[in-house]
């Protein structure tokens, strides 16, 4: 294996950037590439990152001119957008080594009216659900069925695409939002409503076999008590403690199915899946998969992996997983975004304004600190450019330890005006197990 290779991580967020990070520290590459990239991509990196701000994932063929001019040696396709336009397969056309699903392996992501049917197919516990394909369709059949449901779009909405409706009414509202997901909404679902605990769960596969590399339960909602605006993750803590040896099992069995399933329906799938599950009453049911790494979950999974990350995709490419040894280290890391105030809605009033403590926070033991929507300004001031500004990861033999490093950290961020946000629960669900 050529100890000076080049390898490109097609993605611009806080996962991307904990990619770069793992990336760098291989001993078998010696430039990252990010598209687009962010501007803190560097600061964890002991190799050269370079960054095209200006494209977008779905850029494939620029993409492909960028490979072939920089000598790429490995693609890293970690982004869902990514994935649905085909980029695996153009690059693996082009003779470009690529991990990450092809375009029809990645539908169980980027469809999920498609991804319902397959799981009623293969046996696969999910929520009862109606595929709807016009909004007369949907409010017809929330009025005539009353109950709480989740109504989501099909397509893929930049994690926001899920609307929970307690009662006839919301469900009617949520169907109406579902316009503005445009094509992604044209066809969306009304799922059953489970009352549980919700996890994730993440397996390199190489096509044949897998393994579970991680698990990881993420807070979704704007506000602490998981109240406000569904948004792309707000936190989360690995490896949490609703995931006992029952659940594993139950974790490795759907995996099973569903690789087994998309082997049978000829569409092999490579690269990192991600299981969206559910806990009620003991049992394990699919809310969800996707079709690449979590974000932030990512962030705390990534770095309890002992393995080389270069290796690692090599060994998912050339169809040997299951000679892999993967190591993982023993801690619980608990990761928090920092966002604008205003997200997920309107937050344009932040764009523009100083990020303070990036340098304090870097200098804080067991403590890293991801970039997202920052960008770094001529004289070295961080401005805030997006939603989701940054993640901080802390560390810990326990949640409690972890929580106390990463609260610390981020009491050292501000955004001029008053204007950073961010949830101080996260973790409450270990927290609470952890004391009993």
Avoid at 90 to 119: H, T, Y
Avoid at 278 to 303: C, H, M, T
Avoid at 414 to 428: P, Q
């Amino acid at each position: 294996m050529n100890k000076r290779n080049v390898v490109l991580v097609v993605d611009g967020g806080g996962r991307g950037a904990a990619l770069v990070h793992k990336y760098s520290l291989s001993t078998y590459v010696s430039k990252i590439i990010a598209i687009p990239g962010n501007d803190l991509m560097q600061i964890n990196s002991s190799v050269s990152v370079k960054t095209y701000g200006r494209l977008k994932t779905t850029s494939v063929k620029e993409i492909l001119e960028i490979c072939r001019k920089e000598k790429v040696d490995l693609v890293d396709v970690a982004q869902d957008n990514a994935v649905a336009v085909g980029l695996v397969d153009e690059l693996n056309k082009a003779g470009i080594k690529a991990v990450g699903p092809m375009k029809n392996a990645g539908q169980i992501e980027w469809d999920k009216a498609w991804a319902r049917e397959f799981m009623e197919k293969y046996a696969i516990p999910h929520p009862k659900f109606k595929i709807c394909k016009s909004q007369k369709q949907g409010i017809d059949f929330v009025r005539k069925h009353k109950a709480s449901w989740f109504v989501k779009a099909s397509g893929l909405a930049g994690g926001k695409g899920v609307i929970p409706a307690t009662n006839t009414k919301e469900a009617i509202s949520g169907i109406k939002q579902m316009k503005k997901f445009d094509s992604a909404g044209n066809t969306y679902l009304l799922e059953e409503w489970l009352i549980g605990e919700e996890f994730s769960a993440f397996a390199f596969s190489d096509g044949l076999n897998y393994q579970i590399v991680g698990f990881a339960q993420d807070y979704k909602r704007v506000n602490d008590g998981d109240l406000g605006g569904n948004t792309g993750g707000m936190g989360c803590v690995s490896n949490p403690l609703v995931v006992n040896a029952k659940i594993r099992k139950q974790t490795e069995q759907i995996i099973t199915k569903t690789l087994n399933g998309l082997k049978k329906e000829n569409r092999p799938y490579k690269g990192v899946l991600y299981l969206g599950g559910i806990v009620v009453k003991d049992k394990v049911y699919a809310i969800e998969f996707n079709a690449r790494w979590g974000d932030p979950e990512a962030q705390v999974i990534l770095p309890s992996i002992k393995n080389d990350l270069y290796q690692i995709s090599e060994e998912i490419i050339a169809g040997n997983i299951k000679k892999l040894k993967i190591k993982q280290d023993k801690k619980v890391r608990v990761v928090i975004a920092g966002v604008s105030k205003g997200y997920p809605g309107d937050y344009s009033k932040v764009k523009g304004k100083k990020v303070f403590g990036i340098k304090k926070v870097q200098k804080i033991p067991g403590i890293k600190i991801y970039g997202a929507g920052i960008i770094k300004k001529v004289g070295g001031n961080y401005l805030a450019q997006g939603g989701r500004l940054f993640y901080i990861v802390g560390e810990g033999k326990t949640v409690i330890e972890a929580r106390r490093r990463v609260y610390h950290a981020m009491s050292k961020m501000s955004v001029e005006g008053n204007n950073l946000h961010f949830r101080t629960d996260i973790g409450w669900r270990d927290v609470e197990r952890f004391r009993r």
